[in-house]
């Protein structure tokens, strides 16, 4: 800004001069407000850039991943943003929760309480919860992976879904190839052994049927079925034992 006045002496007074240096001032400080506001608002329109950029490649490695990726909550809700393929492998709808999802499993509420009570080591907890999700024909393998605040406490927990159905599959035509080998062979050596076995494993689960009259006779028979089942190298039977066994 610039004043001039060649005609009359001393026409620009102090407090005119004051006023002009004033206004010179707070011309300098708008402009200097101008030039920050013009940065400031193109730096937020290339961070909002990026970040736009950052969540189409998020969103599409949702789009396009194979497993089955959702961030949990410490009460258990499941994020909004999840795989895709979650919608395909839930067509009734992916459960708002874990314990919508693990509903059939009467152990996982307990076991993800013992997680946030932080009384037990966390790794000792993960490890205890399911590491497998049985949905109809369906098998879904699941990884825990836990987001920690710095002090260590759990904020919330990354759980991964991989479909196993067919590796699952072919194990278990693996395993039934090689139990039939192994009774054929047992056949061969000891068919009277064998003859036995059937006879009593049918009797055991004859009586398995009726509820036995106690429970520790009920798992006495159990026990014994198991037993019998590993002698004889039926490993499916033995197993599915065991399983009913930790049930009880």
Same mark, same amino acid.
């Given at each position: ?5 060649? &005609? ?6 102090? *407090? ?26 193109? !730096? ?9 950029? $950052? ?21 258990? !809700? ?6 895709? %393929?979650?919608? $395909? ?41 399911? $590491?497998?999700?049985? $949905? /109809?024909?369906?098998?879904?393998? %699941? ?9 260590? /406490? &759990? ?33 061969? *050596? ?5 003859? /036995? ?11 398995? *049927? ?10 006495? &028979? ?14 499916? &039977? ?5 399983? %009913?066994?930790? *049930?009880?």
């Amino acid at each position: 800004m610039l004043l001039e006045n060649r &005609l009359i002496a001393g026409a620009f007074g102090a *407090r005119l001069v004051e006023i002009t240096q004033a206004l010179v001032a707070q011309a300098a400080i708008s402009l200097d407000n101008a030039f920050l506001y013009e940065d400031l608002e193109r !730096r937020v329109q290339e961070r909002t850039s990026a970040l736009n950029e $950052r969540n189409a490649e998020m969103r599409m490695l949702f789009d396009n991943v194979v497993q089955g990726l959702m961030m949990v909550d410490r009460d258990g !809700r499941l994020s909004q943003e999840r795989s895709a %393929i979650l919608d $395909r492998w839930f067509p009734d709808g992916v459960p708002e929760t874990l314990a919508g999802l693990f509903e059939e499993d009467p152990m996982f509420e307990i076991g993800w309480e013992q997680l946030l009570d932080g009384l037990m080591p966390m790794e000792l907890c993960i490890d205890q919860l399911p $590491r497998r999700l049985v $949905r /109809e024909s369906q098998v879904l393998a %699941i990884s825990w992976q836990p987001i920690l605040h710095e002090s260590g /406490e &759990l904020l919330r927990m990354l759980v991964v879904l991989s479909d196993v159905t067919e590796a699952v599959r072919r194990q278990e035509v693996e395993r039934e190839q090689k139990q039939l080998l192994a009774i054929f062979e047992r056949l061969s *050596r000891d068919r009277r052994g064998v003859i /036995e076995f059937v006879r009593e494993a049918t009797s055991i689960v004859n009586a398995l *049927r009726v509820p036995p009259s106690t429970p520790e006779l009920e798992k006495r &028979l159990l026990h014994t079925l198991k037993g019998n089942a590993a002698l004889m190298g039926l490993k499916t &039977l033995s197993d599915l034992c065991h399983e %009913i066994e930790s *049930r009880m």
